[in-house]
């Protein structure tokens, strides 16, 4: 819990392997005591330790840069192009100068003769558990081309169902932004110049006037106050919940419970759950040490912990379908096609169809929410505005029928 509490930053790290070679690399960490434990248990010993600057970052590497990646290096080595050489082409070919750097690292690791999935350990804020242990078990069975096709898939996957859920979300959160700023300048600038207009009127205003310029006196008093409680309000909840555990569990219980939004979430869990542990399973990984990847890929509190309750009864001897059930999270239909896989053997087959079905259902969900929500929107917009606008036109109106 502390170490999630405190703040991590990137520190540049250089020491010895086991056979004496120097090494070097990058990890996202707490403190310099932390980078050096980590290191230690990896059997390197570690000569020199330092924070990178702001000014050493040339670039930010995304998810999305991580899975082009992974797409290029496994055509190459189907295409029977050598692994060093393909990180060559790879790395040089990038248009990210970072992306190129820890490109050119991992070469540099692999050249010295620490496997591909260790080099890839050393950069976990890059690569994580999931990545590693298929990369590792590719290395171990001579299939890595294959494996990193399977892994290249299942990234691709993932980021479209991430890029699904965001925009379902993003025109929604994007047009609350733009309705609050517009209604902010009309409360302070507009509704005054009428109050200033009726100051003159001599006859009493109607109540949805009187209610509409009381809450633009509010507004230019207190607009500071409201944009600043408003901004420390939205950065304290992000702060708050990138760093507390808690934090993260009843807000993941939440969205699992909105109206709409979160039978779309649930869709997009369970197919990141299907998806994870049929590569994995493919890939010939037990499926107690699958499921720990699995968890982490989930991306929801609710089913992190489902998934190690499953992990549990399955190492005591239950089955995956069992096991299923009585974690009460998923589908009927996910339980009876898992049921099928398990009792055919073609369990990996099963889910990939589970995922399959689970992300064209958010495919048709989004689609659906994006039709239904822009009349909506339009509706609430009229509302709000229109509303406004009127309030501060009765006494105009009225003015017109005394004359």
């Not at 990038?94 to 999935?117: F, R, W």
């Not at 950065?235 to 979160?262: C, V």
Request: proline content about 3%; charged content about 20%; hydrophobic content about 50%.
């Amino acid at each position: 819990m502390a170490a999630t509490a405190t703040k991590q930053v990137t520190y540049l790290w250089e020491g010895k392997d086991k056979k004496g070679k120097v090494i070097k690399g990058e990890m996202r960490a707490a403190g310099e005591s932390f980078v050096n434990a980590t290191l230690r248990r990896q059997g390197i010993f570690v000569t020199k330790v330092k924070k990178q600057s702001g000014f050493a970052k040339k670039g930010k590497i995304t998810d999305k840069d991580i899975t082009l990646f992974t797409r290029q290096l496994a055509t190459m080595m189907k295409a029977g192009v050598p692994l060093l050489q393909a990180f060559d082409i790879v790395g040089k070919g990038h248009s990210n100068p970072a992306v190129a750097k820890l490109l050119g690292d991992i070469k540099a690791d692999v050249e010295t003769g620490s496997s591909l999935s260790t080099s890839f350990r050393k950069y976990p804020l890059y690569f994580d558990n999931l990545f590693c242990n298929l990369v590792g078990a590719g290395e171990q069975a001579g299939i890595l081309d294959t494996l990193l096709d399977r892994l290249a898939t299942y990234k691709e996957k993932i980021q479209a169902i991430k890029g699904k859920i965001k925009s379902a979300l993003f025109y929604p959160i994007s047009i609350i932004v733009v309705a609050f700023v517009i209604t902010a300048v009309i409360m302070i600038f507009v509704i005054p110049a009428f109050k200033s207009l009726f100051d003159g009127f001599g006859a009493a205003l109607p109540a949805p006037t009187l209610i509409v310029m009381a809450m633009s006196d509010f507004f230019v008093k207190w607009w500071w106050a409201i944009f600043g409680a408003i901004g420390f309000g939205i950065w304290f909840f992000f702060y708050t919940w990138k760093r507390s555990e808690k934090m993260q569990a009843t807000m993941d219980r939440l969205m699992l419970k909105l109206p709409i939004f979160g039978d779309v979430i649930r869709k997009a869990t369970i197919a990141r759950f299907a998806r994870t542990l049929a590569t994995m399973f493919a890939a010939g990984v037990p499926l107690v040490e699958a499921l720990d990847s699995v968890a982490g890929a989930a991306g929801n509190r609710v089913y992190f912990d489902a998934t190690k309750r499953i992990q549990s009864e399955i190492s005591t001897g239950t089955s995956l379908t069992v096991a299923m059930q009585n974690a009460q999270v998923f589908p009927n239909m996910v339980l009876q096609m898992t049921a099928i896989g398990e009792e055919s053997g073609a369990l990996d087959s099963m889910l990939s169809k589970v995922a399959d079905f689970y992300e064209a259902e958010v495919d048709d969900a989004v689609a659906a929410l994006s039709s239904l929500m822009e009349p909506i929107i339009m509706v609430v917009l009229g509302v709000l505005i229109g509303g406004l606008v009127i309030a501060m036109y009765l006494p105009i109106f009225k003015m017109g029928s005394v004359v």
